[in-house]
């Protein structure tokens, strides 16, 4: 099984800043199936990435992910009110899928 | 619109049976695999399940092997997960989602259900 471990645990920034989450695989993910999602509380997670660097529909362009191998990272440009929530990465190159423990993005 | 809607949560006591179900619209159904994801209360995402397109394989996580069972009803676009056998480390919101690509899964997952809560509990 994959272990995926995510950092920072949490990330405090203001409105307008950048944020980058780092997502590291214990082994390679095959063919880059590597997505990312957003939970916010009490609703369910929302699909951001997958691909690695694919956005999904309806995605704003502030969201960008990058990384091949072990390594992943998610980008938010400039945060927007709305994007303080929990981000999840996952691995689904491989059973069982496998889900990061997260990185809450809080509001400084 | 694409919708997922889970029901048959509940409060159960260890050792029962609960079925939860997962109603489609706004999608071919029958074209996409299932799956089942859980999230324990204030803990990450956990993967339980999938069953592919036409129902004849299955694949679960080895915490569930041999007690849940996923099913699908395609001419009626639900979904469904047999629990048996519950354990209290079984609590949890269970979602249902939709992989993301029809044909053969791919175990990532594009659309999510609100979620049901299960609690097991004496």
């Known amino acids: 099984e994959i272990v995926l471990t995510q950092s920072p645990g949490t990330l405090s920034l203001s409105p307008g800043e950048r944020a980058t989450l780092s997502c590291r695989a214990s082994?390679?993910?095959?063919?880059?199936?590597l997505a990312w999602y957003q939970q916010k509380p009490g609703q369910a997670p929302r699909l951001l990435i997958y691909g690695a660097s694919s956005r999904a529909t309806g995605i704003p362009d502030r969201f960008s992910g990058s990384g091949s191998g072990t390594d992943f990272t998610l980008t938010i440009s400039r945060l927007e009110p709305e994007d303080f929530a929990v981000y999840y990465c996952q691995q689904y190159g491989s059973s069982p899928p496998t889900f990061g423990q997260g990185t809450k993005v809080k509001m400084k | 619109q694409v919708q997922l809607v889970e029901s048959g949560g509940g409060v159960v006591q260890p050792g029962r049976s609960l079925r939860l179900s997962c109603a489609a619209s706004?999608?071919?159904?029958?074209?996409?695999?299932m799956h089942w994801v859980r999230q324990a209360p204030g803990k990450g995402l956990e993967w339980v399940a999938v069953?592919?397109?036409?129902?004849?394989?299955?694949d679960y996580a080895d915490s569930v092997k041999g007690r849940f069972t996923i099913s699908r009803d395609n001419s009626k676009n639900t979904l469904y997960l047999q629990m048996n056998s519950l354990r209290a480390e079984d609590t949890a919101v269970y979602y249902c989602?939709?992989?993301?690509?029809?044909?053969?899964?791919?175990?990532?997952?594009?659309?999510w259900g609100q979620g049901t809560t299960v609690t097991v509990s004496s």
């Open positions: 069953i592919w397109s036409d129902g004849n394989s299955k």
């Open positions: 082994q390679s993910v095959s063919s880059s199936y």
């Open positions: 989602a939709r992989d993301l690509s029809p044909g053969l899964p791919l175990y990532g997952m594009d659309v």
């Open positions: 706004g999608f071919t159904f029958s074209t996409y695999g």
